[in-house]
């Protein structure tokens, strides 16, 4: 059983965060080492203890397709938006088909759209990193986009965009019945909890979306410019790692 300092170090490490072997627990020895993660104290503190917060469900999309792979097929076919003509593929999502956890960003990237997997760029590279910390892999959890087509020169994906892509993300979640969500970013974070607030104000506490834990975290291509925040996201993948061992300790102990 790896403790929680020495899985801070390791998590801190593996996503590229320079920091003592020994976990320092106070700022007084944090000081003399004072490379990036010494920015962030907050990482230092106890694991939060994040609360639940209904936020406002918004109204669903079409669910009339069920079936994973139906929906997927559905989906490669989509001309819905003007994204249809210029990507060159639709990227649906990847990994486990009865995931404990989904993962949700905004929009493929140049490379997604090329391979036509989410999260292959560098950012991927970054989240493969954050998941293999809490040894989870992309085969186990699933991770999928907001969008499913790349917006022109990756700018933010329209609200029009989004909203002609909702009947593919509704049916997707659907299809999924994830137990746990982690939103990567302002845009997926607005889309889902149907909110303007800043990622910092929906940051920090539990969520609800169709009756499942919903949390927000940093997006990995946010995290790669802001290399800081690193150690803020440890926080939120040990709370969401937390919750999942609960979950499936208390479904364990059901069986
Ligand atoms: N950023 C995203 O939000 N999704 C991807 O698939 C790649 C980069």
């Known amino acids: 059983m790896i403790d929680n300092g020495d899985f801070q170090a390791y998590y801190l490490r593996r996503i590229g965060v320079v920091t003592p072997l020994t976990v320092p627990t106070t700022k007084k020895i944090l000081e003399p080492v004072a490379e990036v993660i010494a920015a962030d104290i907050s990482a230092h503190e106890p694991a939060p203890v994040y609360s639940e917060t209904p936020s406002e469900t918004p109204s669903g999309g079409s669910e009339s397709i069920t079936g994973l792979e139906q929906v997927r097929q559905a989906a490669l076919q989509c001309r819905d938006c003007s994204l249809a003509e210029s990507r060159t593929q639709v990227v649906f999502g990847v990994g486990s088909e009865c995931p404990d956890v989904l993962f949700i960003g905004e929009a493929p990237g140049e490379q997604e759209d090329q391979v036509g997997e989410p999260f292959v760029g560098k950012a991927g590279k970054l989240l493969d990193q954050m998941l293999a910390s809490l040894n989870w892999s992309r085969n186990n959890v699933y991770i999928m986009n907001v969008v499913k087509c790349r917006p022109p020169a990756n700018r933010n994906p329209l609200v029009e965009e ?8 509704d049916a997707q979640w659907a299809a999924l019945q994830p137990k746990l969500v982690c939103l990567l970013g302002k845009v997926a974070a607005q889309r889902v909890l149907g909110s ?11 969520h609800e979306y169709r009756g499942v834990p919903v949390l927000v975290s940093y997006h990995p291509a946010y995290l790669l410019r802001s290399p800081t925040q690193k150690a803020r996201s440890w926080q939120d993948f040990r709370v969401l790692a937390g919750r999942c061992r609960a979950l499936q300790a208390a479904e364990a102990s059901s069986r």
Request: charged share 15%; net charge positive.
């Open 196 to 206: 303007d607030a800043s990622l910092a104000s929906l940051r920090g506490h539990w």
């Open 162 to 169: 989004v909203q002609a892509c909702s009947r593919w993300f």
